[in-house]
């Protein structure tokens, strides 16, 4: 069990849908108010600035549950229930951001661009974090949701590459969300997000065409299309609602949004590389596949992305019954904190190199 304790385990993932109330009343307060402009910045600050200093502070929280209790936390209510919670308060974000953008033209050009910016941070902790634990279950309707949300920031492709491609393809060359040793995250983020794109309709392609679909008929049916076709309503209503202006919000915090998905992708498997046997075959996915972090108030926030490597050996599982794994490679901090590093390559490369080295020898000594 958590060290927490199991209520106030279940209880703090309740941050994940404050972030996006906070934004609300953020930009309530940045247009209402011109001395407080300069908080349409906010939610970047407290991602990038506030929340990487708390979380070390606040310190590791491993988790060892039981079968009985995994169980226990997958049947939960409320944990089933947060992330359709935080999905309804993206949503609404996404609008009311909408509902502002005509007035875009009262901030200064540096608050535009906060608003924009602070947007696509939200959306890729509430739109693309949580589409990420829903495409992954059982029940269509969940399915279909985090579809929805992924589509909301022109990322649909994602619900299709990230379950048929990469939990495959994981730790391999032929993966595009695995970062290379060496390779900076400037040169892997545009790789990854075209990789992510392209592989998704051949993907897709590739289904169809075992189904027997051609043609017209294949393109229809492709799931890419379907997604795409809703980020296209979404732009035309937030045309429709606000101009150029809306069309501005939508994108921009949409690019921010995946960008902020590929710079987490670069932190989760860095460096790490499945092995082959003798034959050519890739070994099974581990926990050693994955780069994973305790941090509790980050795990919170992010409704356990971090314990990373027991999610790609059970995707399925439930985020509050996901495990941690000391076998698994340990990052130095938390995802801002590591990000915010990878900004600048040398220093990424001399907190996380050494780490794959001791690795390194130590599977050599076996």
């Known amino acids: 069990m958590s060290k927490l304790g199991f209520h106030a385990y279940r209880f703090s993932f309740w941050l994940a849908p404050a972030v996006g109330v906070a934004f609300l009343f953020d930009i309530y307060r940045a247009f209402e108010h011109p001395h407080l402009q300069w908080m349409t910045w906010w939610a970047t600050i407290i991602t990038y600035g506030l929340v990487p200093i708390v979380d070390r502070f606040a310190g590791r929280v491993p988790t060892h549950f039981s079968a009985d209790e995994q169980m226990r936390l997958v049947r939960d209510p409320m944990l089933r229930v947060i992330p359709w919670v935080c999905g309804a308060v993206w949503l609404i974000a996404l609008f009311s951001a909408l509902s502002y953008a005509p007035r875009l033209g009262e901030l200064p050009l540096i608050h535009r661009i906060g608003f924009i910016v602070s947007l696509g941070v939200v959306g890729g902790i509430l739109a693309i974090n949580i589409a990420h634990e829903l495409v992954h279950r059982n029940n269509k309707a969940e399915r279909f949701a985090g579809g929805v949300l992924l589509a909301s920031v022109c990322y649909g492709v994602f619900k299709v590459e990230h379950v048929r491609g990469h939990h495959l393809r994981v730790a391999t060359h032929d993966d595009p969300a695995t970062a290379r040793l060496n390779e900076s995250i400037y040169r892997f983020v545009p790789r990854a997000m075209l990789g992510v794109y392209r592989h998704a309709w051949r993907i897709e392609a590739e289904t169809l065409q075992r189904r027997g679909f051609r043609g017209l008929a294949a393109f229809i049916r492709n799931e890419n299309l379907h997604w795409s076709l809703l980020s296209m309503a979404i732009a035309i209503a937030a045309y429709a609602a606000a101009g150029i202006a809306g069309l501005a919000v939508f994108f921009g915090a949409s690019v921010i949004a995946i960008i902020e998905l590929e710079l987490v992708d670069y932190i989760e498997h860095y460096g790490l ?72 390559p040398p220093l990424y490369r001399a907190l996380i190199h050494p780490r794959i080295e001791v690795r390194r020898q130590a599977a050599r000594a076996i």
Do not use: C
């Not at 996901?322 to 915010?340: D, R």
């Open 273 to 344: 590389v499945r092995g082959e046997d003798e034959n050519g075959k890739l070994e099974p996915v581990r926990y050693e596949h994955s780069w994973d972090y305790s941090g509790w108030f980050t795990n919170a926030l992010l409704i356990n992305l971090q314990r990373h490597s027991d999610h790609h050996a059970h995707g399925g599982r439930a985020f509050g019954a996901l495990n941690s794994h000391p076998e698994a490679p340990q990052l130095p901090a938390s995802y801002a904190t590591m990000i915010l590093a990878a900004l600048f």
